[in-house]
């Protein structure tokens, strides 16, 4: 079976809510819209206090070409723009909307009718997904129009579809995949449309075959449209690594899976587009996964952006008492936050609560150069090294062995038998030295 060929785990996989339908989170009484929920500049608020807005309707316009558009999840009265602290830890600007009611934007296309007929050009579709504020849906967030648009002197050949969902824990891709699967494939046909390609390649990991036989069933009535179980490895949701899994390119060093000829789309991000195209309906909600080993009732979620995480693991029946610690995103690469009343954002796509015997950490110990964090990197890097060059600063040392390849997918953390930390090292290193490049740049 597929699969990238360098490094790689496998985690215990918990995914305790494969099996639960998607079911509709209630409506906050208010929401708090972060205007920077995407790599690039952050969007520019257009209202102001006190004004009323619908659901969907823009209320922060993209500055720059790397930026997306952000509408209102709720209808209701501006209450403030004031600066918050999001998920990630950082201060930034959000609009908070007191909700009333629930009246949407009147050119949205609410039944629930399955438009499978693609009307636009495909400079129409890059421009709607502008207008729409659509981003990677796998976490990275990147403006989808940016991805579309294929810079001059170079071709695409091939779109992939990520269905992957390698993360521990998480199920929001796969369940998505199981009850909107057309609504996938349509979508992935706009995407091969703005791109102007033949072919479009699924890959999903063979521990969600349920999703494989159900789009691969459904590809049969989409031309070019092909679907492909995966060995189950992490992190094979990686661009690089799934390219490498299903077509056995190799993305090179400080370059883009456009330069050897495919772009890379999340099913989530495809399900958006079709929403955005066929429906006319901004992205202004998305499903995110909230799970536990204590919580009594995880489960999938249709969840309105913005709205607190503290309301996801009321559905979830509260917080338990054992919890220590709770994670946005997967446990390999999420990050855990301080505060609970933090808004879901459009790169959410889960949130995690673990117990305290999940929740230590093992105690720091000597390297034993056993090699263990370079035999699982999937990048050929050397973990034990870029994290002692960072812990040194000796910056300049790991800009030369690659310290921005890594793409802190966790696994050199994961098996390091010392309870190394290598991958916050890293972190600190990579940051470092990505400011002294945009520095030199600069100059």
């Given amino acids: 079976m597929k699969t990238f060929p360098v490094g790689g785990i496998h985690p215990p996989e918990n995914k305790l809510t494969a099996n639960l339908a998607i079911g509709y989170l209630s409506i906050p009484e208010s929401v708090t819209i ?3 929920q995407h790599i690039g500049a952050p969007a520019i608020t257009i209202v102001n206090k006190g004004d009323y807005v619908k659901t969907g309707q823009v209320i922060a316009t993209s500055k720059g070409i790397v930026s997306s558009n952000i509408h209102s999840s709720v209808s209701g009265r501006i209450n403030k723009i004031d600066t918050i602290v999001d998920t990630t830890g950082y201060k930034q600007t959000a609009v908070c ?9 009147e050119t949205i296309d609410r039944s629930n009718e399955i438009v499978r007929d693609i009307k636009m050009s495909s400079e129409e579709i890059i421009q709607k997904c502008l207008e729409s504020g659509i981003v990677g849906m796998g976490g990275a967030t990147f403006p989808s129009h940016v991805k579309l648009s294929i810079p001059a002197g170079k071709k695409c050949d091939l779109l ?3 269905g992957v969902e390698c993360e521990p824990f998480l199920t929001s891709d796969h369940r998505l995949m199981l009850e909107k699967g057309e609504e996938i494939l349509i979508g992935v046909s706009i995407l091969m449309k703005a791109l102007k390609v033949e072919k479009a390649k699924i890959g999903i990991e063979n521990n969600k075959k349920d999703a494989v036989d159900h789009l691969t069933k459904l590809a049969t009535g989409f031309k070019g449209i092909t679907v492909h179980a995966l060995k189950v490895k992490y992190p094979q949701g990686a661009e690089k690594q799934l390219i490498k899994a299903l077509i056995n390119r190799e993305v ?4 883009l899976p456009v330069d050897i000829g495919a772009v890379v789309h999340n099913v989530g991000t495809a399900y958006a587009v079709y929403e955005a195209i066929q429906k006319n309906k901004p992205l202004f909600e998305r499903v995110v996964t909230i799970t536990g080993k ?3 009732r995880p489960g999938n979620y249709f969840v309105r952006v913005g709205t607190q995480v ?6 979830a029946g509260g917080m338990p008492d054992d919890t220590a610690k709770v ?8 990050k855990a936050v301080n505060n609970i009343d933090v808004p879901v954002v459009k790169g959410t796509s889960g949130i995690i609560l673990f117990p305290e015997y999940e929740s230590e950490r093992p105690q720091v110990n000597p390297c034993i150069r056993c090699a263990k964090c370079i035999s699982v990197c999937a990048l050929n890097l050397e973990p034990f090294l870029l994290m002692t060059l960072s812990e040194k600063s000796l910056f300049e040392r790991a800009e030369e062995e690659r310290i921005t390849d890594c793409m802190e997918c966790g696994s050199c953390s994961y098996i390091c038998p010392a309870g190394r930390p290598l991958l916050d090292y890293i972190r600190l290193g990579k940051s470092t030295v990505t400011k002294m490049a945009r520095e030199r740049n600069i100059k």
């Fill in 34 to 36: 972060p205007v920077s």
């Fill in 327 to 334: 994670v946005n995103g997967g446990p390999m690469m999420g």
């Fill in 160 to 162: 992939i579809i990520n």
């Fill in 252 to 255: 090179p060093s400080g370059h």
């Fill in 97 to 105: 909307i007191d909700t009333e009611g629930d009246e949407w934007i």
């Fill in 294 to 296: 204590s919580l009594s």
């Fill in 310 to 315: 503290s309301k996801l693991i009321d559905a």
